[in-house]
């Protein structure tokens, strides 16, 4: 029916209401999720581009919902953070993950995520503590993950907290690098340990566009010209890895050597002797 403007905007409604709807209950069923166990961490290995030697591994979450099943960060990471449902969350996933580390050599690392709200709950410095010594995992295993948009919410709180972090012996990582608006000042402003390249780059290694190719090449040379640990993110194809060995001291990380996977499995390949 035509009944102009304001039928056409009701016409948007219900789907509006829907999704607020559905929003709540995700949100809801979040905060019972945690007490519940119902998230899960997988662990992807980072490996040397040259020898295939694991170096490590990034704790990624999984979310087992006991209706919609497996649920996977795009889709509740974001309401996470929003709710600050993340913080609580994060903490989970830092006693988690270092636990599990625990388990392994000990020259493996742990990486793991964390998000700008849990720099604002002032608490990351004592729960990161809190996390090691509960674990004993040493300090210099544990790699911390930040994207540029952790950097931008309060540069200097989170240039602190970070500090203190690596004066501890915590190693720092920048995250999905290439993908923000100033990488560069980023890099000049804080210390990272390594530096992981946006899989977007990586995908264009093997580009059918010589031009995209030379920049994602010289994207790579660049971070390893920075004499820092480069990772080279959602490696899928031999050609990529290829690729990468040609420029050297390069570590990798993608769907060709592994795909996430729950810890039982780590503990499997680690015990297979996957590592060398
Ligand atoms: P990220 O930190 O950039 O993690 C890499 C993502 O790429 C992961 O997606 C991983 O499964 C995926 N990936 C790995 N290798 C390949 C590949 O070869 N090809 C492709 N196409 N993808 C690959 P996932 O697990 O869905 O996680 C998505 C994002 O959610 C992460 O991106 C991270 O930003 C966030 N996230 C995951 N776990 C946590 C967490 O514990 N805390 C926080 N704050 N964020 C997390
Ligand atoms: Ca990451
Ligand atoms: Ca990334
Ligand atoms: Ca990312």
């Not at 990034?58 to 993340?86: D, Q």
């Not at 930040?146 to 919410?153: P, R």
């Not at 602190?160 to 560069?184: I, K, M, N």
Request: aromatic share 8%.
């Amino acid at each position: 029916a035509k009944s102009g403007g304001r039928g056409a905007f009701r016409f948007f409604e219900p789907e509006l209401d829907e999704l607020m709807h559905a929003r709540r209950n995700l949100e809801r069923d979040m905060r019972d999720a945690i007490a519940g166990g119902e998230f899960e961490l997988h662990y992807q290995p980072f490996v040397v581009a040259t020898t295939g030697e694991i170096r490590g591994f990034e704790s990624l979450l999984r979310w087992h919902h006991p209706k919609r099943g497996l649920v996977m960060p795009s889709e509740f990471i974001p309401l996470a953070e929003e709710t600050g449902l993340i913080v609580p969350l994060g903490e989970w996933v830092l006693r988690t993950a270092c636990a599990e580390a625990a388990k392994w050599p000990a020259d493996l690392r742990i990486a793991i995520n964390l998000s700008p709200a849990q720099f604002r709950s002032k608490e990351l410095v004592a729960v990161v503590i809190g996390a090691l010594a509960g674990s004993g995992v040493a300090p210099h295993r544990l790699e911390l993950e930040v994207t540029e948009t952790v950097i931008m919410h309060d540069s200097e709180a989170v240039f602190a907290a970070l500090g203190q972090l690596r004066e501890l012996g915590v190693r720092v990582a920048l995250d999905d690098f290439g993908t923000g608006y100033s990488s560069l000042s980023f890099l000049q402003r804080f210390p990272f340990d390594k530096i992981k390249i946006d899989r977007s780059f990586v995908n264009e290694l093997s580009s059918a566009s010589e031009e995209a190719q030379h920049l994602a090449r010289a994207v790579v040379r660049f971070a390893v010209s920075l004499g820092k640990t480069t990772t080279a993110e959602g490696v899928e194809t031999k050609e990529q890895l290829d690729i990468l060995r040609e420029e050297g001291s390069v570590e990798t990380q993608g769907y060709y050597f592994s795909r996430p996977m729950p810890a039982s499995s780590v503990a499997k390949m680690l015990r297979r002797g996957a590592r060398a």
